[in-house]
């Protein structure tokens, strides 16, 4: 099921001519550029409009006016929406370059299922109710169902399509016992039904200073792993001939993508799709070579997630659509294409 | 007239297309052999023949009918096709397999005859798998597999068997061993057969008749050895060579010409086969 | 290892059978209708086996009449045939996309009903019935889109399977939406009713689901020969006279009507589908769709999930969902493993 690259790409495996680098650049500092852009957006659109002018004060001059606190509300959801956004953009590069599957994602995978399941039992089972209680379920959840994955996929035969099936089966499975639960525990369906679509709007100070130490970690070893990563894309004897310690990269793989995974679902709650579409985008124009995809799905990802958020704070004013919902309604269709874009023999 | 033929076909998946204006007559009772470099479109008009593919333009005749416009079964009873990817489901065995070839004889009320019994017994002694009737096909080496497919199409006893590289992925013994068995059922029964190969050698030797296609149109057709030549191996494949004959059989064989480096007297050999 | 053997008639006609094929399907039956019996016997008003019979066959006291007839055995009936239509559903769609998982509680649809559903129970708040007729909308037309977005000269398997999964994930995402719009009255119901339930099920869902079953198996088991030779691939499958495409249609189109149909009288009884036809098929070891024993294999795990549940947790604690979602969960587990060491999927 290998998708045929399209001639700019196999170009582009080549050491790419100094104005190509150039422009990868240019195009790095543009998506930066925007980055802020839509980061100010998130600043500003909600419920009370603010100008440019009293976010450049609440940001930078604070004095405790009424937008000031807004932007100060608000700054906490941004830097949430920044930091998960590329947390699962750096995770879905890792595991689609991992499995040479272009349809990984920590969605598909099931890693997000098992944090919600893990969040559930902690929210039903022990009481907990505090972020910083959840990350460690969440982690746990993540982690398990990420090796379950793996073993249930092959491992080390792992085809797309098997690791893709045994993803969703267990997310099938995990669904089923959220529901059993939620029809048990009105209380956990109270805070469930709003967790479980995956939402920015619990971003509080304290709860990011708890998943900031994973998220950066994460990142770090994530773009770390871009080297060893390319030299597995050609093939696993390739790289073993080229001197790439296999088991260990797909293993730091894997810790990276849960690490990543974990935190940004116990912050935000399951969110899908972010992790497969930027990565497939990014790849359209940098080409496979995943010391650029890295950076680029690291800027471009929370690119997305925040301007979902802000579309879905826009679309049903005063009220709010999820960012998951947001991000699921637009990804799907981007899935979709996908699918139908690859030639039947090679799926 | 002959039984199957093609009439100025245009075929073409989604916008490319392949082969146009293409129009081939397969000899009745003949073993029909088509070759040409990959890419040439002869998997492509094997598709067309048996109605796999629709062509875009033109029409394929079977016994007198535009094929597309007969009814399924009726042609299924006709012309057989071995394809070259199938699927052998999880867990059958050989003679169940095998018996699956009987579906356009059969019906709701008509499931399994004595006729069908017999036939697939004869197919299976026919190509020599009658001792693995109960194995499981997934436990079969690549070889038997290939066998248990022809004697499926085999079951299917249609006058005109259509196979797609039959011999691809299978060693040197067993792809002699299929195209043997072809021959056999071409000479003792008088089926037509027609079969995509990619080994011009094997094509010269077994076939009776020979379809040479580049670019989607035929270069040549005839027997082996009214149209084998150094000229025409180069044109259709773009490949210098020697054609001498057979030692075996007398048909032509096709010798690639040699590194200049490594050729014995290059210069009056290779002016030789220029000249022929 | 032979277990076939074909029947003759001197008029030409002849039959095959498989005999360990046909003794499953028979034991089937016989578990389906036992538990059945011992159900409609379940309850706050508890009648034993023999009672329970001799008041189906008209023999009982009015109260006993009253219970069987009225109350117990039109829910049983759905659970029957929901079972039986959930896992012929299931058989269609795993053959046809030749995937074990491909399954409708994976392709989406289930999730299109639950969002037909939950439209009209959180927009309109709407009865019981309308309810059921969203769901079956809802399934239809996501059965429809899932078809329409798969084909690309010709619907493909895995294409099916993965373009089937990108729609589950933005109907869920509706879901998930419709969920968080709603009071906590109306979610504590959609909830309920997105996991599956028999409670309170009468005649009304009865007559639907049997009439649609009378017309659509005999209609699919008219195909079912054809479908074992799409497992061969559609090459083969067209060289021995199938109209490949035809054939799929008509089936794909059989499977959603069963399996929304079933999804609106009783909900989206979570893995039935999925497990039903995988269980019958390693019971009867026959390759092939095995629909007859898929059929009758969700009949029997429904209604005796049904029995587990109400034994387990007391009379409609828990929906029959739950612990279909629990058994088929671990079972799908252990699929997965075996699946693996056999070096399959």
């Known amino acids: 099921m290998l998708v045929e690259s399209p001639p700019e790409q196999r170009a582009a495996s080549a050491p790419a001519p100094p104005n190509r680098r150039a422009i990868r650049v240019l195009g790095l500092l543009v998506s930066v550029v925007v980055l802020v852009l839509v980061a100010l957006a998130s600043i500003a659109v909600g419920a009370k409009e603010l100008s440019l002018e009293q976010v450049w004060h609440g940001l930078f001059g604070a004095s405790g006016t009424y937008g000031d606190v807004v932007v100060a509300d608000r700054l906490s959801r941004t830097v949430l929406g920044l930091l998960a956004g590329a947390a699962l953009g750096l995770a879905g590069a890792v595991l689609q370059a991992l499995t040479r599957n272009p349809l990984a994602d ?26 910083s209680g959840y990350v460690w379920f969440a982690f746990l959840g993540a982690s398990a169902v990420g ?69 950066l970690a994460g990142s770090l070893l994530a773009l770390a792993l871009a080297r060893p990563l390319n030299a597995m894309a050609m093939g696993d004897d390739t790289a073993k001939a080229l001197g790439a310690n296999l088991n260990r990269t797909r293993a730091l793989s894997m810790l990276a993508a849960t690490v990543l995974c974990g935190a940004a679902t116990a912050a935000c709650g399951p969110i899908m799709f972010v992790g497969l579409m930027v990565p497939h985008l990014v790849r359209s124009f940098t080409g496979p070579d995943l010391r650029w995809i890295l950076p680029y799905a690291a800027v471009l990802s929370p690119v997305l997630l925040l301007g979902a958020d802000v579309i879905g704070r826009i679309v049903a004013r005063p009220a709010e659509v999820q960012v998951g919902i947001v991000t699921a309604i637009l990804g799907g269709p981007v899935f979709i294409f996908l699918v139908r874009r690859r030639r039947t023999a090679q799926l | ?122 197919s299976m002694a026919r190509t020599g798998v009658a001792e693995l009737a109960e194995r499981y096909v997934d436990e079969l080496s690549g070889g038997q597999r290939q066998r248990v497919w022809i004697a499926m199409a085999l079951a299917q006893q249609t006058p005109l068997l259509l196979l797609d590289e039959p011999t691809t992925y299978l060693d040197i013994q067993h792809q002699i061993d299929v195209l043997d068995l072809c021959a056999d059922l071409h000479e003792e029964h008088g089926r037509t057969l027609v079969a995509v190969l990619h080994d011009l050698n094997h094509a010269a030797r077994y076939a009776t008749h020979l379809i040479a296609l580049r670019g989607g149109s035929v270069i040549a057709q005839g027997a082996p050895k009214d149209i084998v030549t150094a000229g025409l191996v180069e044109e259709v494949f773009g490949l210098r060579c020697q054609v001498i004959d057979d030692p075996e059989t007398g048909t032509p064989l096709v010798v690639p010409a040699a590194r200049t480096a490594r050729a014995r007297g290059r210069a009056e050999k290779t002016g030789a086969a220029r000249a022929s | 290892m032979k277990t076939n053997r074909a029947v003759r008639t001197p008029g030409g006609l002849s039959f095959r059978l498989d005999v360990r094929a046909f003794t499953v399907v028979v034991l089937l039956l016989a578990v389906a209708l036992a538990a059945s019996v011992v159900l409609i016997g379940t309850g706050d008003f508890p009648m034993s086996a023999a009672d329970v019979l001799r008041t189906l066959v008209g023999e009982g006291d009015a109260g006993q009449e009253l219970i069987v007839n009225e109350l117990r055995l039109p829910r049983v009936l759905v659970g029957l045939l929901v079972g039986a239509s959930l896992g012929l559903g299931g058989a269609l769609f795993q053959s046809v996309s030749r995937n074990p998982l491909g399954s409708p509680d994976v392709l989406g649809l289930t999730q299109g009903a639950t969002a037909g559903a939950l439209t009209v129970i959180v927009l309109f708040s709407g009865t019981a019935n309308q309810v059921a007729l969203g769901a079956l909308v809802g399934g239809l037309v996501t059965g429809f889109a899932i078809y329409v977005l798969a084909w690309k000269r010709g619907v493909h398997g895995y294409r099916l399977v993965l373009v089937g999964i990108g729609v589950a994930a933005i109907v869920t995402a509706v879901n998930g939406y419709l969920l968080t719009k709603s009071d906590i009255v109306d979610a504590a119901r959609a909830v309920v009713w997105m996991t599956g339930s028999l409670s309170g099920r009468d005649w009304d869902q009865v007559w639907p689901l049997l009439a649609l079953c009378a017309v659509l198996v005999p209609l699919v088991l008219a195909h079912s020969g054809a479908l074992r030779m799409m497992e061969m691939g559609d090459d083969v499958s067209y060289a021995l006279g199938v109209r490949v495409e035809r054939v799929r249609l008509l089936l794909m189109l059989s499977a959603v009507l069963l399996t929304a149909s079933a999804t609106a009288a009783a909900g989206p009884v979570s893995f039935v589908a999925l497990t039903a036809p995988q269980l019958a098929r390693r019971l009867t070891r026959a390759p092939g769709p095995n629909l007859v024993a898929a059929m009758c294999m969700g009949a029997a795990l429904l209604v005796g999930a049904d029995w587990v549940s109400q034994r387990a947790f007391g009379a409609d604690q828990l929906p029959v969902g739950v612990v279909t979602g629990v058994l088929g969960g671990v079972y799908l587990l252990w699929l997965l493993v075996t699946e693996r060491r056999a070096g399959r999927i």
């Open chain 1, 147 to 215: 090796a379950l994955v793996w073993f249930l996929g092959g491992s080390r035969g792992a085809t797309p399509v098997r690791l893709v099936l045994a993803g969703t089966a267990i997310s099938a499975a995990l669904y089923g016992y959220l529901q059993a639960i939620m029809i048990l525990d009105d209380a956990a369906l109270g805070r469930m039904r709003f967790w479980t679509v995956g939402s920015l709007a619990s971003g509080s100070d304290e709860a990011i200073k708890q998943v900031v130490p994973f998220l």
């Open chain 1, 106 to 131: 920590p969605g598909l995978l099931g890693i997000n299922a098992g944090a919600s399941a893990a969040v559930v039992t902690a929210i039903t089972f022990f009481g907990v109710t505090s972020l």
């Open chain 2, 1 to 122: 007239m002959n039984r199957l033929s093609a009439e100025n076909v245009t075929l073409a998946y989604d916008q490319r297309v392949i082969a146009e204006q293409l129009s081939v007559e397969i000899p009745d009772n003949s073993f029909t052999v088509i070759v040409g470099p990959n890419a040439c479109g002869k998997s492509t008009l094997l598709r067309a023949l048996s109605r796999m593919l629709k062509p875009n333009e033109g029409r394929v005749l079977l016994d007198g009918q535009v094929i597309q416009s007969m009814p399924a079964k009726k042609v299924a009873r006709t012309l057989g096709l071995l394809p070259q990817s199938s699927i052998a489901p999880d867990g059958i065995t050989v003679g169940d397999l095998v018996g699956r070839g009987r579906y356009p004889h059969q019906g709701l009320l008509r499931q399994w005859s004595a006729e069908d019994e017999r036939v697939v017994q004869e």
